[in-house]
């Protein structure tokens, strides 16, 4: 998943090729992380 630099748009490239923010036509992207919490604590 990501996420555009600019304006934060989520962008699915669904095309495999070359993806432009369909909000604001940037081309930065900036990649998500889904799993970001990880609790691996056992108390
Ligand atoms: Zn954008």
Redesign the pocket.
């Known amino acids: 998943m990501y996420r ?1 630099a ?4 989520p962008i699915r490239n669904d095309t495999g090729g070359q993806t432009q ?1 369909d ?4 081309w930065i992207f900036i990649k998500e992380r889904p799993n970001e919490k990880k609790v691996l604590k056992s108390d």
């Open positions: 555009c600019k304006c934060g748009e923010c909000k604001c036509g940037s």
